[in-house]
């Protein structure tokens, strides 16, 4: 017997040596792939719950890690029942990896208890998979004597594969056929019937028939499991959404890159739109916030006019209220937001059916990368009105790169206007807002109003150079505003000293490398 070698006499198999090795070692690729699977999962229910997709991945991975180690120390006692072990662990890694996604969904919705059952979950499902390769290279030496070092790579080879194809099939099959819970339900599924069908199948010699039949009853009970769960997946989601807002939910879809959802007050009618569960607009007092945005910026060339973000329609409601505007390109990610503004009778009323005006250029990208692979005519006034800056996806776009990349597309004499969130409720980070502008060159003139369901907001109004731009109402100003006056724009500009710039001491800006502005947005809103 070589060195390093098991010192289990070799096993009499239904099938020769090699290809039981072949087994097990697809047995390693499918378990790693399904590892891989949960992982991935669980960090990307944390960011689509909670934002803050850094802090999600890396909460989710020292957990697991940690716990594969403890994992791997605990199995030393169940080497001697390696077959039988191993098809039990497989069998609570399908049944917890399965149902990990619709437990924690339902741990946010009704008991605002997430973190801490993440935790639990990646711990348990850690401490099983760190199980797995100690019981696999048992299994691995009982078929063939070899070197330890010899199996050990042979192993970890397959696991490393498996590892990669789950990470692939994750993102690139997994979401857009089955859907988060959905999938984590199919994994679970492969993960329960891949470890325990070889041990009844390739192990069945070793293996009391008694062993045989539980092992087989435990596997059914998992399937059905799962299969209810698969059936109940659409309930329990919907169920769980409508506890987490107050109005009913009248409009529900997963994008590829956000949860979309659309309330609507059963009497007073009022419809709002929840991205990521972060509100976007109340109908009943958007007016307040689109009309600041929209119209001080106008003040000056408007011809052409270019929106960052805005695919719910409603800042180029206010822009087309202006004749002579001749072309508006408006930049949105997400096109299933900007099809529910153009086909959703609701959304559509409320923003005037802008999408439909022969003027309106809907481009379905980033924002940051269109600014930067696109050379376009310079435009007159650029509108950015992007979603608050609370994780690694929309931090970017308030950067100082962003801010020049912007000044390239701008025409000479072009003003820029950026909402820049609460004032009041996130006063750092509105003033590293305003020096991330300032450091790409412009000038800035900030002012806020108060708009009821956001709270007191805030805007940058900006222009390149040294001298800040007028604020000010349009002499055109449409005359149809339910809000915005010129005595509003005055009183706008007027902070109190505990929400002054001063208030905050020396806002820093952000780059791409140092993307400040999110712990500044992370440390806002404590007791709100």
Same mark, same amino acid.
């Given at each position: 017997?070589?060195?390093g ?9 239904p ?21 891989m ?5 669980l ?14 991945a890396?909460i989710v ?16 006692? @169940? /080497?001697?029942?390696? #077959?039988?072990? %191993?098809? !039990? ?6 049944i917890? =990896?399965g &149902?990990? $996604? ?9 008991m605002?208890?997430y ?6 979950v ?12 100690p ?8 078929i063939?004597a070899?070197?330890?070092s010899?199996a ?11 590892? @990669? /194809?789950?990470?692939? #099939?994750?993102? %690139?099959? !997994?979401?857009p ?5 959905? =999938?984590? &339900?199919? $994994? ?12 009844l ?6 293996v009391?028939?008694?062993?045989r ?12 499991v799962?299969?209810?769960a ?20 009248? /409009? ?6 956000q949860?979309?959802?659309v ?12 991205l990521?569960g ?9 007016y ?13 060339p ?10 719910d329609g409603m800042a180029?409601?206010?822009v087309?209220?202006?004749p002579?505007?001749e072309?508006v390109t408006?930049?949105d990610l997400?096109?299933? /937001? ?9 959304i ?23 600014l ?15 979603p ?5 996806a ?5 950067t ?8 390239a597309?701008?025409a ?16 750092e980070a509105y003033?590293?807002?305003g020096?991330s502008?300032a ?5 800035t003139?900030?002012?806020h109003?108060?708009?009821?369901s956001f709270g ?7 222009q ?15 005359a149809?505003?339910?809000f ?13 000293p505990d929400?002054s ?16 502005v999110?712990d500044q ?5 404590v007791?709100?």
């Open positions: 017997m070589s060195a070698a098991t010192h289990e006499e070799p096993l009499h198999l099938v020769k040596p090699g290809f039981a090795r072949f087994l097990v070692f697809f047995a390693v690729f499918l378990c790693a792939a399904c590892g699977v949960y992982e991935l999962a960090v990307a229910l944390g960011s689509y719950l909670l934002g803050n997709t850094v802090v999600q890396s991975l020292s957990v697991m890690v940690l716990a594969m180690g403890v994992g791997s120390l605990a199995t030393k006692r @169940l /080497v001697r029942f390696a #077959a039988v072990s %191993f098809a !039990l662990i497989e069998a609570a890694l399908g917890i =990896g &149902l990990s $996604v619709l437990a924690l969904y339902l741990a946010f919705a009704f605002n208890v973190t801490a059952a993440m935790v639990i990646a711990f348990v499902i850690g401490a099983l998979i760190g199980a797995e390769i019981l696999l290279m048992e299994l691995v030496q009982r063939r070899q070197k330890a010899s050990a790579a042979d192993l970890f080879a397959a696991d490393y594969v498996g590892g @990669l /194809v789950g990470g692939l #099939a994750f993102p %690139f099959v !997994l979401l056929l089955l859907g988060l819970p959905r =999938g984590a &339900l199919v $994994v679970g599924a492969v993960n329960a019937i891949t470890g325990i069908a070889i041990v199948w390739l192990y069945r010699r070793q009391a028939r008694r062993t039949v539980g092992l087989a009853a435990v596997l059914t009970v998992i399937l059905v799962l299969g209810v698969w059936a109940f997946t659409d309930w329990i989601e919907v169920t769980g959404r409508q506890k987490l807002y107050r109005d009913p939910v009248i /409009v529900a879809e997963r994008s590829e890159y949860d979309i959802v309330t609507q007050h059963l009497r007073t009618k009022d419809t709002r739109l929840f990521n972060d509100l976007q607009f109340a109908s009943q007092d958007e307040r916030y689109h009309e600041s945005l929209v119209h001080p910026v106008m003040n000056g408007h011809a052409r006019v270019l929106v960052l973000g805005g695919g180029i409601r206010e087309l209220k202006y002579d505007v072309k408006l930049v997400d096109s299933a /937001v900007v099809d529910l503004a153009l086909y959703d009778e609701t559509s009323s409320l923003n005037g059916r802008s999408f439909e005006d022969p003027r309106v250029d809907y481009v379905s990208a980033d924002a940051f990368t269109w930067k692979e696109n050379r376009t005519e310079p435009y007159d006034v650029v509108i950015a009105d992007l608050d800056p609370d994780g690694e929309t931090a970017k776009l308030y100082i790169e962003f801010y020049g990349l912007v000044a597309h701008m000479p004499g072009a003003r820029m206007v950026v909402q820049s969130g609460s004032p009041y409720f996130a006063a003033w590293g807002i020096e502008v450091e790409a060159g412009f000038a003139t900030p002012y109003v108060d708009v009821p007191d907001w805030g805007y940058h109004l900006a390149l150079g040294s001298t800040a731009p007028e604020l000010a109402v349009p002499p055109d100003v449409p149809d505003l339910r915005l006056t010129p005595e509003v724009l005055d009183a706008s500009t007027v902070f109190p929400r710039r001063e208030s905050v001491g020396t806002p820093e800006p952000s780059s791409l490398l140092h993307p400040r999110i947005e992370r440390g806002a809103w007791g709100y």
